[in-house]
């Protein structure tokens, strides 16, 4: 996207490889459901398709903060459904040549299922007795846990900003002359002029031309580089110089500009209230394997497990 920040850092679809990410797209076509009549394919290798309640499934499957950063990770995604189509084709070739009916192959998959099916009921019985009441933590808890942590709780400095953008041809030193001409020309329309007028009539990033040139509010390491430190030193209702960029350039009008400060509780509430939740569910599941399982009364042969290690060469 040619705009004048640079996407958020999130959390990319984490795979140990490729080996790992066709285990990951294998084992989830394995156990998904048959897809719905209804259902949209939205990646296909030939006879491979995956449909769009695949996608959700995933998403479903994620916490809620992991889900809004890979929704936002458009190309994470498509790394994931392109895995996936890869994995299912290699499954059915497999299988096409009979490797699922290898006598080898049955016995792990049997292992396997066992412990998956071992790992969902230990976990779904586990969460069921570390339940944490649905009104903790109190407003009390909220607010020391706030004040104990909030020096930590620091924003950095915002800006609203909006743009003309642009765009040059790459490798292309004619073009960018031509366009840095037309760029200064339309910085000296817009301090005389309406700026959001010009930035929908004359901006080539069309989601921000559509909002009068406005980009949104931002920190300084969430724009590009090349023009943090033009916005940085910008007054409010200040039009800038155009800034050039890798690909193209970027005339800027600061909207408003917000100091640095230190998030109110409200702000942090939510996220103080997850926290102290799981510190809680941690504390209830400690309590509860060590009156299930007290180490004084978990017996070890050494014998037999020195025998068993030896066994393991």
């Known amino acids: 996207m ?17 080996a790992g990410g066709l285990l990951l797209a294998t084992l989830m076509g394995a156990f998904a459901a048959p897809a719905l009549a209804a259902d949209k394919v939205v990646a296909s290798l030939g006879s491979v398709s995956v449909p769009d309640s695949d996608v959700q499934k995933m998403l479903d499957l994620m916490p809620p903060a992991d889900r809004a950063a890979t929704k936002s990770n ?4 498509e790394n994931w459904l392109r895995q996936r189509v890869t994995s299912e084709a290699v499954l059915q070739e497999a299988r096409s040549k009979g490797w699922s009916d290898r006598p080898e192959i049955k016995a792990r998959v049997e292992a396997a299922v066992k412990d998956v099916t071992a790992r969902i009921v230990t976990t779904a019985y586990l969460e069921s007795v570390t339940q944490v009441p649905a009104d ?35 490798n292309d030193a004619a073009d960018a002359k031509k366009v840095a001409e037309k760029a200064k020309k339309l910085a000296l329309q817009a301090r005389a002029g309406d700026f959001a007028a010009i930035a929908k009539a ?24 090349e023009v943090r430190d033009t916005v940085a030193k910008l007054k409010v209702g200040q039009v800038s110089e155009p800034v050039q960029a890798a690909a193209g350039f ?16 409200e702000e942090m509430t939510p996220r103080l209230k997850l926290a102290l939740r799981q510190q809680r569910q941690q504390q209830l599941l400690q309590d509860y394997l060590s009156k299930l399982a007290p180490a004084e009364r978990v017996n070890i042969d050494t014998a037999a497990l020195d025998a068993a290690l030896q066994k393991a060469n």
């Open 2 to 18: 040619k705009r004048a920040y640079s996407s958020a850092k999130i959390s990319s679809i984490r795979t140990r490889g490729v």
């Open 74 to 77: 458009r190309q994470g995604v």
């Open 136 to 170: 903790y933590p109190a407003a009390a808890d909220v607010a020391a846990a706030y004040e104990q942590a909030k020096a930590g709780f620091n924003l950095p400095a915002t800006y609203r900003m909006a743009q003309i953008y642009l765009p040059v041809k790459p």
């Open 202 to 225: 004359e901006s080539q990033d069309k989601a921000s031309a559509e909002q009068g040139g406005e980009v949104g509010t931002l920190p300084l390491a969430g724009m590009l580089p």
């Open 250 to 265: 970027h005339v800027i009008k600061l909207l408003d500009q917000q100091p640095a400060r230190i998030a109110t509780l």
